[in-house]
């Protein structure tokens, strides 16, 4: 029987037999090949979304598998195809949806959160959801996609320009990834991170990065624009001392994209807004064309997702990588193998 990883409470986590259903009209069942493990699921690993995530809980939503079956109405698609999931369920009645803005629809059903989500064997998607990928595009790396479509969303929602400069405050999976693709739509980018080997990870990415602890931020922007301070900032750290460097580095009418998940409110220096006319620009998930974006990036290599991925991990010790990830350390994205080969090489 298919197996699945469930959140059951406060850190902790299980896998346990999933009993899989041939899909409805409009659905496809998928086969998942590899899923991430990102922050929202940290997040919830905490216990921090307890309000809204009802256990047991299948989790996961950075994904990519193959189709195994279709349901009835459903065209397009057929066994064997290669695909990830934009997993966001919308009703298309509330006014963000009547707005256009469906990717953040007021009563919004985040797949792999709000229902259940990737890391298992089995899984039932709206056809709706699915996104080709290319045939060439290893599937541990189309994993990365998700996260890679965040980036793209993000550095759209800042509206990043060729010559600009860009400060990423934060240098975890998805901070090295706006950079990458702030740097692909021709900013001049620099990286800000604590941690000496992500620190590292993004150098032989080719990104310039600069120490907090050891390096005057401020003063290093100021030598770099002439003075002039960054025309866009990155908030992705979710901490104070990231939101302070963020407004702090911005130069007149410069740009905040806060994309971090800050779960308690946070002081902001309004003079600074006032003063320089700053803008403050919230970034939120993504839409269809983020995801085709996503999918070449990757596929080119412009985004090189083999280099992000640090440990691959059989379903079976998915409840382990979970609490490696929250221990800190050397990691940057943990895969979780939800193949059947990954399962009977772990037994």
């Known amino acids: 029987m298919p197996l699945a990883a469930r959140y059951l409470s406060a850190r902790t986590l299980d896998t346990a037999p999933a009993p899989s259903t041939p899909p409805g009209p ?8 590899y899923v991430g493990i990102c922050g929202t699921d940290l997040h919830i690993f905490h216990g921090d979304m307890d309000a809204r995530v009802a256990a047991p809980a299948v989790l996961g939503h950075e994904m990519a598998g193959r189709v195994v079956r279709v349901g009835p109405g459903v065209e397009g698609w057929a066994p064997g195809d290669a695909v990830t999931v934009m997993p966001l369920r919308w009703d298309d009645t509330c006014p963000a949806c009547r707005a256009g803005h469906q990717h953040i629809c007021q009563h919004l059903d985040f797949i792999g959160i709000d229902s259940p989500g990737a890391m298992q064997q089995r899984w039932t998607v709206p056809a709706t959801t699915l ?3 290319p045939d060439t595009l290893p599937l541990d790396r189309a994993a990365l996609v ?3 479509a965040v980036a793209v969303h993000d550095v759209g929602r800042a509206q990043v320009a060729a010559g600009e400069k860009v400060v990423v405050v934060g240098g975890g999976p998805v901070g090295v990834l706006i950079a990458l693709v702030a740097q692909a739509a021709g900013g001049d980018v620099r990286v800000v991170e604590l941690s000496a080997h992500r620190r590292l990870l993004a150098e032989e990415l080719g990104l310039v990065v600069w120490d907090p602890a050891t390096d005057h ?8 624009s002439g003075d002039a301070g960054a025309d866009v900032a990155f908030e992705v750290s979710g901490a104070q001392g990231g939101v302070d460097t963020a407004v702090d580095v911005l130069g007149v009418r410069g740009r905040l994209c806060l994309v971090a998940i800050h779960p308690k409110p946070r002081e902001i220096n309004l003079h600074r807004f006032f003063w320089r006319e700053l803008t403050l620009v919230g970034a939120r998930l993504y839409d269809r064309c983020d995801f085709e974006k996503a999918v070449a990036l990757v596929a080119e ?8 991925i640090s440990k691959v ?7 382990a990588a979970f609490e490696a990830l929250e221990g800190g350390g050397d990691v940057m994205k943990i895969l979780v193998d939800c193949t059947d080969e990954a399962r009977e090489a772990a037994v």
């Open 26 to 33: 409009g659905e496809v069942e998928l086969a998942p090949a």
């Open 131 to 133: 996104i080709r990928l």
């Open 146 to 148: 998700e996260p890679t």
């Open 217 to 224: 931020v401020a003063d290093l922007v100021g030598e770099w």
């Open 301 to 308: 290599g412009t985004v090189p997702a083999d280099r992000l």
């Open 313 to 319: 991990v059989p379903l079976t010790q998915a409840p």
